[in-house]
């Protein structure tokens, strides 16, 4: 077994699309970012990354790079979970908190992890994601950036 960790904050700002777990989040804000800007997308990429020990997201998908300018998420997540595949690994489960202050996103969140389990090739009931406030502290607080959070296991597969 092996287990990974990601973290991931972006900036909010007027003129982007908030697009949270490959789901697109209608609000005033959006999150800027090189690719979509998927935050929650890239700790569940970042955290099978960690898991792997390959290094970090901006090593495998270098912000400076056009190939990934404005790039789907979810195809990053791919990527990676070809890696996961070619090691000899699956998913067991995976959890994830989003940190932001507006909006609510319980309505949205079942979307979110069936984008996931898709990705991850995995049973919904095996993703987790979860979305909470801070409070008006902060950066979060004030509306200024959303947060994520991912941990991943991964078991090496049978042969
Ligand atoms: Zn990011």
């Known amino acids: 077994m092996r287990i990974g960790l990601s973290t991931d904050i972006h900036r909010l700002e007027e003129g982007y699309k908030l697009i949270i777990g490959g789901v697109y989040v209608p609000y005033e804000l959006g999150s ?37 300018k404005g790039i789907d ?35 949205y969140i079942p979307a ?3 984008n996931i389990a898709k990705l991850l090739e995995i049973e919904v009931d095996y993703v987790s994601v979860k979305a909470t406030t801070s409070e008006r502290v902060g950066i979060i607080g004030r509306k200024e950036a959303i947060m994520t959070e991912s941990i991943v296991l991964l078991e090496k597969k049978e042969i």
């Open 32 to 68: 800027v970012g090189h690719s979509d800007g998927d935050c929650l997308l890239h700790t569940v990429c970042e955290s099978l990354i960690g898991a792997l020990a390959l290094g970090d997201l901006g090593k495998l998908f270098p912000d400076t790079s056009e190939e990934f």
């Open 112 to 114: 979110m992890r069936e």
């Open 73 to 107: 998420s979810s195809l990053l997540v791919l990527q990676v979970m070809k890696k996961v595949k070619e090691k000899g690994y699956k998913v067991v489960n995976i959890d994830s908190t989003v940190f932001l202050e507006e909006p609510k996103l319980s309505g």
